[in-house]
């Protein structure tokens, strides 16, 4: 099956902690994205990654780090800087390039803070 | 910053009927998107119009753009049901650099069987 799968479903984070949300796909996608959506809310780009080895912040990008080191692989860490973590956290996957075509979205992971 | 805005948040109407939303947007485009959410889930496309078209179907679904009035419909007939989601318009704009799009806030469409 091709898709882009998000881990865990439900993330608890304790303050001062850093955690880690995993996103891969098997789609051969150049781009991949991270957004952050609120309750009620439409979605907020954090972090995008257009190919291996390089990303840009989007729009709500602090207290927030991401790393691509994989074509497969886009991985997000919310670090203690950022102080209103809880959220529902939206990985995605693109074909990429200068047009933004369609995007293929995980199932999402829930971040609560303890 | 949200270059599309929905309109209206929130929508219910009965099995059978037509579901009519609007997305509203600022800047240039390359294209517009419409995606569908179910609740806790994660987005699913629907949809892509490019700036030179003005309407677009694809099953139930139907949807125009105008762009002197940079505005967009989703209008979805005959609606079911299993159509009860959030659904969101996204803009590639000209402005921005490289694949990223830009999503408006959503409207809840409820059909009530």
């Known amino acids: 099956d091709g898709g882009i799968t998000q881990s865990p479903k439900y993330l608890f984070r304790k303050e001062g902690q850093n955690v880690t949300l995993s996103c891969e796909q098997n789609?051969?996608?150049?781009?991949m994205y991270w957004y952050r959506q609120d309750p009620g809310q439409g979605l907020r780009l954090i972090y995008y990654?257009?190919?291996?080895?390089?990303?840009q912040k989007g729009d709500i990008a602090e207290g927030y780090s991401v790393s691509r080191e994989k074509k497969e692989s886009f991985p997000l860490t919310v670090t203690s800087a950022q102080k209103n973590p809880t959220a529902f956290y939206l990985c995605?996957?693109?074909?990429?390039?200068?047009?933004?075509?369609?995007?293929?979205f995980g199932p999402g992971t829930r971040l609560l803070v303890l | 910053s949200q270059q599309g805005e929905e309109d209206p948040q929130a929508l219910s109407i009965q099995e059978g009927e037509n579901a009519t939303m609007n997305c509203s947007y600022k800047t240039s485009i390359n294209n517009l998107q419409w995606y569908r959410q179910n609740s806790g889930r994660g987005l699913v496309h629907l949809i892509l119009i490019r700036s030179n078209e003005r309407e677009k179907h694809s099953g139930r679904l139907r949807v125009t753009l105008d762009t002197s009035k940079k505005s967009s419909s989703l209008l979805i007939t005959a609606s079911r049901a299993a159509d009860t989601a959030s659904y969101f318009c996204a803009t590639d704009g000209t402005e921005t650099s490289g694949s990223r799009l830009t999503f408006g806030e959503g409207t809840q469409l409820t059909v009530n069987p």
């Open positions: 990654s257009q190919i291996v080895n390089d990303f």
């Open positions: 995605a996957s693109s074909i990429g390039g200068t047009l933004a075509g369609t995007q293929y």
């Open positions: 789609l051969n996608h150049d781009a």
